[in-house]
């Protein structure tokens, strides 16, 4: 049903465009013949036709030397996210870079998805950013996920703790 619409209303734009583009050349088209001597005595000006259009002059752009950093939108926040040693004993350190100013929060989730334990969470400078907290048993055996989330990206890692 949508492709016979999509298909037919097609049909009756280019045949609205082609009569209207045969209306046009046909006003501009009859235009009076004169001759060159009765057309410059003549108080009465030509008809412009119905196309005629005027293009205005290119103007020659300024151009500036200075750059700008506009940060784009499929640029990425949140990249290089690195967590050792994996599996983790004691203490876990984490790396990643942040490309501009931004609150993270990175949280410690077990596989059913709850929060065990929250390990950062404040406003970060752009930049490589370190982290190294100490676990001291509190945590059991098993696998957990590091969530990274910086702004509105997200970046999940597995670990196993022993």
Do not use: C
């Not at 501009?28 to 293009?55: E, M």
């Not at 065990?116 to 945590?139: A, H, M, W, Y």
Request: proline letters at 6%; zero cysteines; aromatic letters at 10%.
């Amino acid at each position: 049903m949508r492709r016979i619409f999509t298909y037919t209303n097609s049909w009756i734009i280019i045949i609205a465009i082609a009569i209207f583009m045969n209306y046009a050349f046909a006003a501009a088209a009859i235009l009076p013949q004169h001759d060159t001597t009765n057309y410059f005595f003549s108080k009465k000006k030509p008809k412009k036709g119905i196309l005629s259009l005027s293009i205005p002059p290119i103007k020659p752009g300024i151009y500036s030397t200075t750059k700008v950093n506009v940060p784009r939108l499929d640029d990425k926040l949140l990249s290089n996210v690195e967590v050792y040693p994996n599996p983790i004993t004691d203490q876990i350190n984490l790396k990643y870079m942040i490309s501009r100013n931004t609150n993270v929060t990175i949280k410690m989730v077990d596989v059913l998805g709850n929060d065990v334990i929250t390990l950062f969470s404040q406003r970060v400078d752009p930049g490589e950013q370190i982290l190294s907290r100490q676990l001291n048993n509190k945590l059991n055996r098993g696998f957990y996920f590091i969530r990274v989330i910086a702004g509105t990206e997200s970046i999940i890692k597995r670990i196993s703790v022993l």
